[in-house]
């Protein structure tokens, strides 16, 4: 299972340090088999020791330049980051993000050789209209993105479930995963409302590699649960 955390605008530097100090002493007896992916917020960003991956929550196709409040390759490489998140539905809908955006970012970090988590999801109205209407919304996320990109990891993340503590239920989950991984071969991630109480059961499901959690992983109590559960 993969276990990733996305802070989104959460925790300092001095809180991420705390947070990744607690979390490389539990993740010593963690299991082989698990992998831990940590995104804090980009004044966090630092190299950190500990067995988890720590990665970019965003970054602007460039290695340099004038993007004003940006940052590009200089600034992941200073503490060597190769993992990026890209296509989040807070990125599509509130920072206007358009696909074309969107897999511009996606191709200069792949020609890059970083480790994308690559998101998609669809919002409630989307959901509501039944099943053909979530394909054809998350196969459009894919327009431009080369999922033959070894290094690629998708995220499937409801735009309704997160945030919301309303997480998609299990069958919801399965046949969307199902359906996913008939039009690709990576490895598919679960987010939205994942938290203690129902990892259990998300992580049983088959198609589900792992998870992409918000609020549950902002407490390192609370996320090292759910890795230990
Ligand atoms: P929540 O776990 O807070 O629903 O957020 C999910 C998410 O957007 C992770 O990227």
Redesign the pocket.
Known sequence: MIF?A?F?TNHTRQSTKAYLESLAFKLSQKRLEDRVLI?PPATALDRYEGDFTVGAQNAYPTRNGAFTGEIGLEQLEEFGIKTI?IG???RREYLCESQEKVAEKYRFFMEEGFEIIY?IGEPLEVRESGEKAVRDYLLAQFQGVDLSYKNVIV?Y?PIW?????R?ATVEEIASTHAMLKTHMERLLLY?????PANIKEIAAIEGVDGV??????LDVESFSEMIFA
């Open positions: 990733a996305n989104k995104f998140l989040h539905s807070e998101c995220a993340e479930a997160i945030g919301t503590g997480s987010g939205g409302s994942v938290k992409l959690v918000g609020s549950a992983s």
